[in-house]
């Protein structure tokens, strides 16, 4: 099983609510990843965790806060979002041992708008 | 700072045509390349990942090749085919570090 699987697929939202989006793997990573896409661009790093501890935060602002309950499980809370915030948030899992293969596997992605 | 660089940014091709879809790494300290699939609207699905210790790697009709020295990596496509057509991109680890750097993506269109 090599499933990266995003909740949800879709999500609309106001500059005024506060939301989560939820990222889950079973295939014993430890090393999760959140990024964001915007149309025709390629992905950004926001988030790296390691261990279920945060390793990389790419100067990414407040209103995007990630978390990491357990080590299958990714979310990131969305509060007062601006409409350029709108793109394609992705997941990506792999293992963290660097002197092996370390693939990252891709969820589907959530579709966010701000309105 | 890794720069990854993909060359030409679209591609039309009648279906049957071999291929070929170029990157190029700033640094050649780069750990691992892999090579992605992206449909329009969807997330990546992962192709090919060469490790720095290796040249190349093969699965079904792809093949992905790095040369270190050069800085460059191509993706080969045989015998494309209508269904090949997504944004490819490519993405190399810098070494030392868990951030994936990606190119830009070709855009390629097989024909039927």
């Known amino acids: 099983d090599t499933e990266v699987t995003q909740t949800p697929k879709h999500l609309v939202m106001g500059m005024t609510n506060k939301k989560s989006l939820k990222c889950e793997q079973h295939m014993g990573h430890r090393a999760m990843y959140w990024y964001k896409q915007k149309a025709k661009k390629p992905p950004e790093l926001m988030f790296v965790?390691?261990?279920?501890?945060?390793?990389i935060n790419e100067s990414v602002p407040s209103r995007f806060s990630p978390e990491c309950p357990n080590s299958s499980l990714l979310n990131l809370h969305l509060h007062a979002l601006q409409p350029e915030d709108s793109a394609l948030y992705l997941c990506a899992s792999s293992h963290t041992d660097r002197q092996a293969k370390n693939i990252q596997y891709f969820g589907a992605g959530t579709r966010l708008s701000v309105l | 700072k890794q720069e990854v660089t993909q060359i030409p940014a679209a591609l039309s091709v009648p279906e049957g045509e071999n291929l070929v879809l170029n990157c190029s790494f700033t640094d050649s300290a780069i750990y691992n390349l892999q090579w992605f699939r992206q449909d329009p609207g969807k997330g990546l699905t992962s192709l090919l990942l060469i490790q720095s210790s290796q040249r190349e790697q093969t699965s079904g009709r792809l093949n992905a090749s790095l040369d270190k020295s050069s800085g460059r990596s191509t993706l080969y496509i045989a015998a494309s085919q209508p269904g090949d057509s997504a944004t490819y991109l490519c993405?190399?680890?810098?070494?030392?570090?868990?951030?994936?750097?990606f190119g830009k993506g070709t855009k390629l269109t097989v024909n039927p």
């Open positions: 993405a190399g680890f810098q070494g030392g570090s868990e951030k994936l750097v």
């Open positions: 965790y390691s261990y279920e501890k945060l390793s």
